[in-house]
């Protein structure tokens, strides 16, 4: 309910009495814009994942003026693991999800008036001491510094069709899609934490998880792996990996290659099922993408 009321160039009084609704709408939004353009922010965080979150928590402890940008959900990855269990200080009394721990970073960088807007920035210009950073509305956010922390996204299974079936039998979030999977057979592609992780996971919906990893050790942590080995629901095929995905619309067949012999085997849907599952968990890769041709080094 605040109004804004302009009085001469540049010169603006906002107040909220109801008495004017509607009053100068347009100089309002000129307001705004005004307002938008002049801010020039000490700090500018990309992402509020765990790193943007705790970016955000120093900026504004320091009371540095800080924005921390977002497009989507707070939390990034995390957000949408399942169980958490080794983060420093989280919950232990009651079980801890990625979602239930970002609330309380949410919670605690709000406490320190970080400024916050939900957008997705698609140009980034770095070159001086005011940095700009547009989104895909036009909007344009200036800062003295900005403070990357972009994440990561899953990659691909690098197998044949893969794009083909993604949504489609192919997933890469375990907690997004297990339950499609009641009862049914599924694949996870790789060996370290999260592969294995996630697999223990998914057996609690499957009836049968199979780990295809391409070699013969796993990398997960040995707390990890020795809660794998215990889980009767759980099999592995080492020295493996996919090569081809197949199906008519959704995910029914899959040829995976023994990197040792050469061998291939086709593994087929049980007929009752229909279809089955592939999880990819086989790294990340940064989401830089945005910052090619702004000059700065990438790896
Ligand atoms: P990661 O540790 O890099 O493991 C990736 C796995 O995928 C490896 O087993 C790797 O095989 C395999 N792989 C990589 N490229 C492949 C390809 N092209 N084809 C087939 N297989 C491929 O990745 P992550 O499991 O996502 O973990 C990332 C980081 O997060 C790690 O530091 C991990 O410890 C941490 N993390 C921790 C937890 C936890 O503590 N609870 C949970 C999840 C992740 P090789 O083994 O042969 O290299």
């Known amino acids: 309910h ?38 020039i922010y000490d700090l500018i965080i990309l992402g509020a994942g765990p790193a943007g979150l705790a970016a955000g928590l120093y900026g504004g402890r320091y009371r540095l003026n800080t924005l ?7 939390g990034g990855q995390i957000a949408i693991t399942s169980d958490i269990e080794n983060y420093p200080g989280q919950m232990v009394e009651a079980e801890e999800s990625g979602a239930t721990l970002i609330a309380r970073m949410t919670k ?20 001086g001491p005011v940095k700009r950073l547009t989104d895909t509305k036009g909007n344009v956010y200036e800062g003295k510094t900005v ?4 994440g990561a996204h899953p990659r691909p299974i690098g197998c044949k069709n893969e794009k083909e079936f993604l949504g489609r039998g192919i997933s890469f979030c375990a907690p997004c899609d297990a ?23 998914l057996t609690k919906f499957a009836r049968k998880v199979t780990v295809i990893h391409r070699r013969d050790q796993l990398r997960a942590a040995q707390s990890i792996q ?29 040829v995976v290659r023994n990197v040792k012999t050469g061998e291939l085997t086709q593994v087929n849907a049980d007929p009752d099922d229909g279809m089955f599952g592939l999880f990819g968990f086989i790294g990340y890769l940064p989401n830089t993408g945005l910052l090619e041709g702004t000059g700065l080094a990438m790896e």
């Open 2 to 39: 605040w109004h804004c009321k302009k009085l001469a160039d540049s010169i603006f009084i906002i107040f909220n009495s109801a008495v004017d609704q509607g009053y100068l709408c347009g100089d309002y939004i000129k307001f705004q814009e005004a307002e938008k353009m002049e801010t």
């Open 68 to 74: 921390l940008v977002e497009r989507g959900q707070d």
């Open 226 to 254: 020795e809660k794998a080995f215990r889980n009767e629901k759980l099999h592995f095929m080492w020295d493996s990996v996919v090569d081809e995905v197949r199906g008519d619309g959704i995910l029914d067949v899959m």
């Open 108 to 127: 605690q960088v709000d406490k320190f008036g970080v400024h916050r807007v939900s957008a997705s920035i698609e140009k980034v210009e770095l070159e």
């Open 179 to 201: 339950n499609f999977y009641e009862d049914m057979e599924v694949y996870v592609v790789g060996g370290g934490d999260s592969a294995i992780e996630e697999a223990i996971y």
């Open 147 to 150: 403070i990357i922390a972009t």
